[in-house]
């Protein structure tokens, strides 16, 4: 064997030694890490939280997030450390279509948690589900007014709906407010059509549907983009229901972790507190996560969050949503909002 080769083999050798080496030192490490975060997260009490996929319906890819101060402590992860301190362990959302499927996820033992629309929780707690209202909005906070999007050609206002086909979501929020603004229009005949947004905006644009009832922010994405015409604001009907949203948990979660409730808080309170601080920072993260314009989160995201866990006039709302519910024998049963929501 030549000196060269020789020289090459013990050289090829100490490399292979050195590669050993440091191979070694990495999982060693890896290890000692591993057993840091578990070390770290040994006593705590893990819990998830049941939320939507939300995003820009024109994008192929979504992001699973919530949104509002909670999703956004979650972002900056002021949300994590608080209830790490208190105790608890946060790990994850767990997806699901619809806010009402996320209850009963919720309920079924998938999370603890679930963030939804009103009128979902309401019609869960009416049948019977065992959870507590941890946070409510005041009214109006879920992305401005709901928007009716229609066809183009068709209906200019919302006086003009009456005999038209009109897409929603039963048993949503967006079908209580739109119920109730109809109600104060005294629109007559109705045509309804069960309809989730990724089947409406083809429908109107094929002329199948006359107006859908959607987000501000989808409302505005799909009149910028897509040419649709903006029919009316539900904000901007005085017989609208108020819209509030609320974050539930299980009963014999809080049993079990009497303190979980109050870190809950101070935990949305750091994402309500970034808000205010710095909104502009906010808008653009809501633009990154969801594929739309920095305009347009601007324009259809409320920030206005009171400084407390419990709205109390987005009690008096979902009072009156109950009530609307009882009336129109959609809810199952009667129930204390009162006793329902948990105030601290």
């Given at each position: 064997m030549s000196k060269q080769s020789l020289f090459t083999s013990g050289k090829l050798r100490w490399i292979i030694i050195a590669l050993v080496l440091f191979s070694a030192i990495g999982v060693y490490v890896w290890n000692k890490?591993?057993?840091?975060?578990?070390?770290?997260?040994?006593?705590?009490?893990?819990?998830?939280?049941a939320g939507v996929a939300v995003g820009n319906p024109d994008k192929l890819e979504k992001t699973l997030r919530t949104g509002g101060p909670l999703g956004y402590a979650i972002h900056l992860g002021t949300f994590q450390q608080e209830l790490r301190d208190a105790g608890f362990r946060f790990d994850?959302?767990?997806?699901?279509?619809?806010?009402?499927?996320s209850l009963l996820g919720m309920m079924?033992?998938?999370?603890?948690?679930?963030?939804?629309?009103?009128?979902?929780?309401?019609?869960?707690?009416?049948?019977?589900?065992?959870?507590?209202?941890?946070?409510?909005?005041?009214?109006?906070?879920?992305?401005?007014?709901?928007w009716v999007v229609g066809r183009k050609g068709g209906p200019k206002r919302l006086e003009d709906l009456s005999g038209q086909r009109v897409g929603l979501l039963f048993g949503s929020t967006f079908d209580y407010a739109f119920q109730t603004a109809a109600q104060g229009l005294q629109l007559q005949e109705i045509k309804y059509s069960q309809l989730p947004g990724s089947a409406a905006l083809p429908a109107l644009q094929n002329n199948q549907l006359d107006a859908y009832v959607t987000s501000a922010s989808i409302g505005k994405l799909w009149v910028d983009q897509h040419g649709l015409t903006l029919i009316g604001k539900l904000g901007d009907v005085p017989s609208s229901g108020k819209i509030v949203s609320v974050i539930t948990a299980r009963e014999d979660f809080l049993a079990a972790n009497p303190k979980f409730a109050a870190a809950f808080w101070r935990g949305i309170k750091t994402g309500i507190e970034a808000i205010q601080g710095d909104p502009e920072a906010y808008y653009q993260w809501i633009a990154d996560s969801t594929g739309y314009t920095l305009e347009n989160a601007r324009t259809t995201t409320g920030i206005n969050y009171e400084d407390r866990p419990i709205s109390e006039e987005g009690v008096e709302a979902l009072k009156k949503l109950l009530e609307f519910r009882l009336q129109s024998q959609v809810a199952q049963s009667n129930f204390s909002v009162d006793d329902w929501v948990l105030r601290q």
């Open positions: 890490q591993q057993q840091a975060s578990t070390g770290q997260d040994q006593g705590l009490v893990g819990f998830k939280i994850g959302i767990v997806g699901f279509p619809r806010t009402a499927a079924s033992g998938q999370a603890e948690l679930a963030t939804t629309g009103d009128s979902p929780a309401v019609l869960s707690r009416a049948r019977g589900d065992k959870h507590r209202v941890l946070f409510v909005t005041s009214p109006h906070m879920i992305e401005s007014s709901f």
